[in-house]
C-alpha cells in the first residue's frame, strides 16, 4: 500500500522519521514534513529522529535503527512509515520488509499532494509525468507480485523479468506521451503570452515559499476568490489577472504561481516548467516571504535556488515581506518600506499584511513607480472595474 492507495476516508496514522547527515537547517521537530504529511491526508502520530555520517546502502537508517522505528510504529498504532529525504527504490523494498509496513519518502508525499491539488489540464499532465518519471525507478517495488514469476534457484531472469520489462515500456511509452501533450500547452501558454505582449502588458508574477500568503495576496491585490488556506500548496495552478495600478494610469497583468519547497523533486521542477514558465518571462517578481516564520532566510534560499533552476534568477524581485499581522511585537519592522541584502545586492523590499490589508497600499505604489519606470510612456484611461478580475481569453486556470 503507498499513500495514493489508502482506500480509507480516515487519515492513516504515520510515523515521521528524519536523518540528520550534518546537513545545515535541520528539521529536529520534523515540522514541515508533519504539515506535508497533514497536507496530504495522513495523521502524524510519532516522529523519530537519528543522526548518522552517512545512509546505509541497505536500510538508510542501519538495522538497529530500523528495528527502533518497527517497535514505536507497533506501539503507535501508526500503518506508514514516513521519511524526510528521499529514500533509493533498494532502501524503501528492504525497510518495508524490515518494518512490515509500508514505507514512502518525502518525494512521492510531494507528488501525492500535487496530484491531489491540481485542477487545471496542464496542471495534471504535469503532475502525471513526474509521477509515472518516479515509478519508472521503482518497478523493483511497486510490482513486488513479480517476484513469484522469478526462475527457480540459480536462476536469472525468467518470467518476471520480462513482465518488469512490459512494464517498463508502458511507463516509458506514457511519459512519452504526457510530454507530447505537454508541448502542446506549452505552445497555447506561449501564443497567450504573445496576445498579451501585444497589448504592451508588463507582467509581475508571485513566487515564494509554499504558505508564504502567495494566494491571499493575489485575491487581496485583484479581488479575485483564487483558492487560499492556511496549508502547504494549497494552490498548483498558474491564474493570471490584470491588476489596474492608478498611480500608473495603467494594468498589469498579475499571475500566482505554484509554491516552492525545500527538496522539491528534481522531476517536479522539470515537469512544472511550463508553468513556471510565467516566473522566467515576467518583468517583475514579487517575492512573498512568510516573516513570522523564523526560518524565512532558509526558506528565501530555497525560492532562490529553484528560481536558478528555471533560469528566472535574473528577473527583477520586490520582496514583499506578509504576516505583519502575525509578528511578535519585538520583531515589528521600524518601518514598512526598506532594502533587504539578498546575494549581496539591496533589493527593495515592502512589509505588509494580506490578511488585514496593512501595507498593500504601500505595495501598491511601489509597483506604480517600477512600472511608471520600466514603461514611462505609456499611460492608460482607468480600466472598468469590472474588467480589474478577468482573467486573460484562454487561459488555463
Same mark, same amino acid.
Given at each position: 500500500?503507498?499513500?495514493?492507495?489508502?482506500?480509507?476516508?480516515?487519515?492513516?496514522?504515520?510515523?515521521?522519521?528524519?536523518?540528520?547527515?550534518?546537513?545545515?537547517?535541520?528539521?529536529?521537530?520534523?515540522?514541515?514534513?508533519?504539515?506535508?504529511?497533514?497536507?496530504?491526508?495522513?495523521?502524524?502520530?510519532?516522529?523519530?529522529?537519528?543522526?548518522?555520517?552517512?545512509?546505509?546502502?541497505?536500510?538508510?537508517?542501519?538495522?538497529?535503527?530500523?528495528?527502533? #522505528?518497527?517497535?514505536?510504529?507497533?506501539?503507535?498504532?501508526?500503518?506508514?512509515?514516513?521519511?524526510?529525504?528521499?529514500?533509493?527504490?533498494?532502501?524503501?523494498?528492504?525497510?518495508? $520488509?524490515?518494518?512490515?509496513?509500508?514505507?514512502?519518502?518525502?518525494?512521492?508525499? #510531494?507528488?501525492? #499532494?500535487?496530484?491531489?491539488?491540481?485542477?487545471?489540464?496542464?496542471? !495534471?499532465?504535469?503532475?502525471?509525468?513526474?509521477?509515472?518519471? @518516479?515509478?519508472?525507478? $521503482?518497478?523493483?517495488?511497486?510490482?513486488?507480485?513479480?517476484?513469484?514469476?522469478?526462475?527457480?534457484?540459480?536462476?536469472?531472469?525468467?518470467?518476471?523479468?520480462?513482465?518488469?520489462?512490459?512494464? $517498463?515500456?508502458?511507463?516509458?511509452?506514457?511519459?512519452?506521451?504526457?510530454?507530447? $501533450?505537454?508541448?502542446?500547452?506549452?505552445?497555447?501558454?506561449?501564443?497567450?503570452? =504573445?496576445?498579451?505582449?501585444?497589448?504592451?502588458?508588463?507582467?509581475?508574477?508571485?513566487?515564494?515559499?509554499?504558505?508564504?500568503?502567495?494566494?491571499?495576496?493575489?485575491?487581496?491585490?485583484? !479581488?479575485?476568490?483564487?483558492?487560499?488556506?492556511?496549508?502547504?500548496?494549497?494552490?498548483?495552478?498558474?491564474?493570471?489577472?490584470?491588476? @489596474?495600478?492608478?498611480?500608473?494610469?495603467?494594468?498589469?497583468?498579475?499571475? &500566482?504561481?505554484?509554491?516552492?519547497?525545500?527538496?522539491?523533486?528534481?522531476?517536479?521542477? *522539470?515537469?512544472?516548467?511550463?508553468?513556471?514558465?510565467?516566473?522566467?518571462?515576467?518583468?517583475?517578481?514579487?517575492?512573498?516571504? &512568510?516573516?513570522?516564520?523564523?526560518?524565512?532566510?532558509?526558506?528565501?534560499? *530555497?525560492?532562490?535556488?529553484?528560481?536558478?533552476?528555471?533560469?528566472? &534568477?535574473?528577473?527583477?524581485?520586490?520582496?514583499?515581506?506578509?504576516?505583519?499581522?502575525?509578528?511578535?511585537?519585538?520583531? @515589528?519592522?521600524?518601518?514598512?518600506?526598506?532594502? @533587504?541584502?539578498?546575494?549581496?545586492?539591496?533589493?527593495?523590499?515592502?512589509?505588509?499584511?494580506? !490578511?488585514?490589508?496593512?501595507?498593500?497600499?504601500?505595495? =501598491?505604489?511601489?509597483?506604480?513607480? #517600477?512600472?511608471?519606470?520600466?514603461?514611462?510612456?505609456?499611460?492608460?484611461?482607468?480600466?472598468?472595474?469590472?474588467?480589474?478580475?478577468?482573467?486573460?481569453?484562454?487561459?488555463?486556470?
Amino acid at each position: 500500500m503507498t499513500l495514493s492507495e489508502t482506500s480509507s476516508n480516515q487519515p492513516a496514522p504515520t510515523l515521521l522519521v528524519g536523518v540528520d547527515f550534518g546537513l545545515p537547517h535541520f528539521d529536529v521537530d520534523l515540522q514541515e514534513l508533519g504539515l506535508l504529511a497533514e497536507s496530504g491526508g495522513l495523521k502524524p502520530v510519532a516522529r523519530l529522529t537519528c543522526k548518522r555520517k552517512a545512509p546505509d546502502p541497505a536500510l538508510f537508517v542501519g538495522s538497529g535503527k530500523a528495528d527502533e #522505528i518497527k517497535e514505536l510504529a507497533l506501539m503507535h498504532g501508526a500503518v506508514e512509515v514516513l521519511f524526510d529525504q528521499a529514500l533509493s527504490p533498494a532502501q524503501q523494498r528492504n525497510l518495508e $520488509r524490515h518494518i512490515g509496513l509500508p514505507v514512502n519518502d518525502r518525494t512521492l508525499l #510531494i507528488l501525492e #499532494i500535487f496530484g491531489q491539488r491540481a485542477r487545471s489540464h496542464e496542471g !495534471k499532465l504535469q503532475v502525471e509525468l513526474a509521477r509515472q518519471q @518516479y515509478l519508472s525507478t $521503482r518497478l523493483v517495488r511497486r510490482w513486488s507480485h513479480l517476484e513469484r514469476q522469478s526462475g527457480g534457484i540459480g536462476m536469472r531472469g525468467g518470467p518476471g523479468e520480462t513482465q518488469i520489462e512490459l512494464d $517498463r515500456r508502458m511507463i516509458n511509452d506514457s511519459i512519452k506521451r504526457i510530454k507530447e $501533450r505537454l508541448v502542446k500547452v506549452k505552445k497555447q501558454r506561449n501564443t497567450q503570452r =504573445r496576445q498579451r505582449e501585444r497589448r504592451d502588458t508588463f507582467n509581475i508574477s508571485l513566487v515564494g515559499y509554499t504558505n508564504a500568503g502567495k494566494s491571499t495576496l493575489f485575491n487581496a491585490l485583484v !479581488k479575485a476568490r483564487a483558492y487560499a488556506a492556511d496549508q502547504l500548496f494549497a494552490t498548483l495552478d498558474t491564474t493570471t489577472r490584470q491588476l @489596474y495600478l492608478g498611480e500608473a494610469g495603467r494594468s498589469v497583468s498579475l499571475s &500566482d504561481t505554484v509554491g516552492f519547497i525545500r527538496d522539491l523533486p528534481h522531476g517536479l521542477v *522539470e515537469a512544472f516548467q511550463a508553468t513556471l514558465q510565467e516566473a522566467t518571462e515576467a518583468d517583475l517578481l514579487l517575492h512573498v516571504v &512568510d516573516a513570522a516564520n523564523p526560518d524565512f532566510p532558509e526558506q528565501m534560499a *530555497e525560492v532562490q535556488k529553484v528560481l536558478a533552476e528555471i533560469g528566472a &534568477d535574473t528577473v527583477p524581485q520586490l520582496l514583499v515581506f506578509n504576516k505583519l499581522d502575525a509578528l511578535a511585537p519585538e520583531r @515589528y519592522p521600524l518601518q514598512l518600506q526598506d532594502q @533587504y541584502e539578498q546575494d549581496g545586492v539591496a533589493v527593495p523590499r515592502v512589509f505588509l499584511s494580506a !490578511k488585514s490589508g496593512k501595507g498593500l497600499d504601500l505595495l =501598491r505604489s511601489a509597483l506604480s513607480d #517600477i512600472v511608471k519606470a520600466a514603461l514611462p510612456s505609456v499611460v492608460q484611461e482607468p480600466a472598468d472595474p469590472r474588467d480589474m478580475t478577468r482573467e486573460y481569453p484562454g487561459d488555463l486556470h
